[in-house]
């Protein structure tokens, strides 16, 4: 194995030494590599003229024409979707605007009817208080008028009781100083009282 | 003789009695030749053809493997493309891309948008097509090198450079169009800004030489940097792969190489999937940096 080795070092050192004089003694060898055949830079010449030829007039200009067709129909597309972005943010400013504008009209709607109410009822109050105050006065002068009533007939009935009573008396024992006294000083009573305005 | 040895790649064991060459075996997959060798049909030879005379020069227009690949990356390039750009102008403004397409489609709009509009600027849309097309199709070259049978054209400096010929060309063209005589000339002859009379002369006279070797340098280090890449990258899995055979007659240790190898050369694989991507990217990357910055010289 240590041989075989060996001998692949001399062999690969011989290779290498003989392997550039050896060809280039042959037929031009080596020196051939950097020798420019000018029949074949002919050749590459036409070659690429043609193909550049061919290739410009069926490849590039319709892969280019395509290409650039993608490019403006990606870029309407971009300029589309901006212009729609825009008008759907127009469009949720002016929501906005119009919710903010319904939200203030309720506001405002809601504040003018609770004043309305507030007035309704104030007015109903005051109303209330008037007819009541009113009530009262005609109740309180009803009142009157029935205890003036009341007073008289009570007195009418008063004197009735009187009359009758004195009658009575009158059956019974006119006679005496006392009793004639007694009458005397209650007509006078009643003509003292009389004269406050009861008889009127 | 072929039996008697292992079963070696190409010709390379007919033609050394059956001891196997590394440095032959790398030349034969790296090197431009006039075969293509196919599986089950063997070695196909291509046709020879008299060099033509262009522009004074003796030119062998013969097709050879790197032109064979070099066809077949475009035909790939195109059929690809072409589906790719059908599918996305069938699919609409309306549905979303998706698939093979999609995964083009976003290369396509990475270089457009990252590359040609980014470094060219202002009237980046008419080089588009030339970058994607120099992306692509140098992509398709590099990918054809990972492919069993196939092979980089990328990795022949005659293509590297017929390429960077192209950027090189439309840099200037370009550049002089947009600058104006006078303006492009000032890219060519330069003085600084402030210098006056003789010192301005003497600046273009030191300038001038700069400013030229800097226009030719930059497709230079264009085709360089493709071509050795693409190079080194299979230079090293072949040498790895050929170690196994380099090795094939060791009793033992050819089984350990042979594993060592085979993991080896499977990451450098994925790597070089990587590489074959990063390189046509950089060239398209700085194909649209030289004609932006010739765009913007003043």
Sequence with gaps: ?200 | MRGASLPLPGATAQEHGGEFDLGEMLAHHILNSNTYELPLIGAVRLPQWDPVAIAGLQVDLSPTKHVVLLLLAAVITFVTILGASRTVAAQGVDRAPKGLANAIEAIVVFLRDDLCKEYIGHGYQRFVPLILTLFFFILAMNLLGLVPWGGSATGNLAVTAALALVTFVVTEVAGFFKLGPKGYLKTIFFAPPGTEGAVKYLMMALMTPVEILGKIVKPFALAMRLFANMTAGHLLIFSLLGFIFFFGDLALGRWFIAGGSYIFVSAILVLELLIAMIQAYIFALLSAVFIGLMQHEH
């Design chain 1, 1 to 200: 194995m240590t041989s075989a080795f060996f001998e692949t070092g001399t062999r690969l050192s011989a290779a290498v030494a003989g392997a550039l004089p050896s060809t280039a003694a042959e037929e031009g060898g080596w020196s051939r590599l950097f020798s420019v055949e000018w029949g074949l830079s002919v050749w590459t010449l036409l070659t690429f003229g043609t193909l550049l030829a061919l290739l410009a007039r069926y490849a590039w200009k319709p892969l280019m024409a395509a290409l650039d067709a993608r490019e403006r129909s990606i870029q309407s597309d971009i300029d589309e979707a901006g212009r729609q972005r825009d008008k759907a943010e127009a469009l949720l400013a002016e929501h906005r605007e119009q919710m903010a504008e319904g939200r203030r009209r309720a506001q405002a709607l809601i504040a003018e009817s609770r004043e309305a109410a507030e007035e309704l009822r104030r007015q109903l109050e005051e109303k209330a208080r008037e007819e009541s105050r009113t009530i009262i006065a005609n109740a309180r002068r009803e009142i009157e008028r029935e205890r003036d009533a009341a007073i008289v007939q009570l007195r009418r009935e008063a004197v009735e009781v009187a009359m009758a009573a004195a009658s009575r008396l009158l059956e019974e024992r006119i006679d005496g100083e006392r009793d004639r006294r007694l009458v005397m000083d209650y007509i006078d009573e009643l003509s003292v009282s009389g004269e406050g305005g009861a008889w009127q």
